[in-house]
């Protein structure tokens, strides 16, 4: 399938996935949600997919909404379009059983800035940012699960402070963001995209419907008592129970030699 703003590239069981509005800095209009949409239904039926790679080209990650798109049409229904559009994809993003990983590669500004806070694992480039005051610079408020992404990274009063600051202090720098626990690791420009292809090729050879209940009982832990989390933890690891996967790793383990995964 082909898409009209994105590139779209599956190898070695990992897919490559790069928002390709360069001159925009890859701004999301409507059009580029419709796709992205898209390819994360794409991505969740295609069993070949084990891990996927989330990019944007150029230099910049996601500048956030098209502002110019926006202006051509202030009467129009923005709760139905978030709704429909960076909510889903927020959401197929959080429910895939498929590990993402952001390379972040620039600038993430508002709706940019959640869509690489809802992947699973973040490297981003040295000369990447995140302007999470995007939002209120415009009258706006944080969206595309903005409130909730952040504040679960870096506690509630900093989320708050940035979201509404937006002096120079407020674009949050590579190195800042990996302090503040936004970012897993920071790597040179130029290492990005391998560092990035390292990491995933690593866990589409691990065995993904483990990785995928582990993603799933670790948001849902977030969120929950204890008691309801081990419950959870006990259902889903009778069903990992009984995956090829699992079969293989204890044989593997016992016959002394590296594991085979299948994602079966």
């Known amino acids: 399938m082909t898409y009209e703003n994105l590139l779209y590239d599956l190898s070695e069981g990992v897919a490559t996935v790069t928002l390709n509005r360069p001159t925009t800095y890859n701004s999301l209009n409507f059009a580029t949600l419709d796709d992205l949409k898209n390819v994360f ?15 944007g080209e150029g230099k910049g990650f ?6 110019a798109e926006i202006g051509q049409n202030f009467d129009a229904p923005i709760t139905d379009h978030l709704r429909n559009g960076l909510n889903t994809i927020v959401g197929q993003m959080r429910s895939l059983e498929k590990p993402i990983i ?22 981003a480039s040295e000369n990447a940012s995140f302007v999470f005051a995007a939002f209120v610079n415009i009258g706006l408020v944080p969206d595309a699960g903005g409130t909730y992404l952040l504040q679960r990274l870096v506690g509630q009063a900093k989320a708050f402070e940035l979201a509404l600051l937006a002096d120079s202090k407020n674009r949050v720098t590579a190195q800042a963001a990996l302090d503040l626990g936004i970012v897993n690791c ?14 995933a090729t690593r ?6 419907k483990a990785i995928g209940m582990t993603k799933r009982a670790v948001y ?45």
Not at 62 to 67: N, P, R, V, Y
Not at 110 to 122: E, I, Q, V
Not at 203 to 208: H, I, R
């Open 186 to 199: 920071v790597v040179p420009a130029d290492a990005l995209m391998t560092e990035a292809r390292t990491l």
């Open 41 to 55: 239904k794409q991505i969740d039926r295609e069993k070949a997919v084990r891990a996927v790679i989330f990019t």
């Open 62 to 67: 996601s500048s956030g909404a098209d502002l």
């Open 220 to 264: 849902r832990a977030s969120e929950r008592s204890l008691l309801d989390a081990m419950e959870y933890e006990a259902l889903l690891q009778g069903a990992a129970f009984r995956t090829e996967d699992f079969r293989e790793g204890v044989m593997a383990f016992l016959e002394k030699r590296t594991p085979v995964f299948k994602g079966e």
């Open 102 to 123: 952001a390379a972040i590669n620039g600038a993430a500004a508002g709706a940019g800035a959640s869509l690489a806070l809802a992947a699973d694992y973040r490297i």
């Open 203 to 208: 866990l589409a050879q691990m065995p993904t």
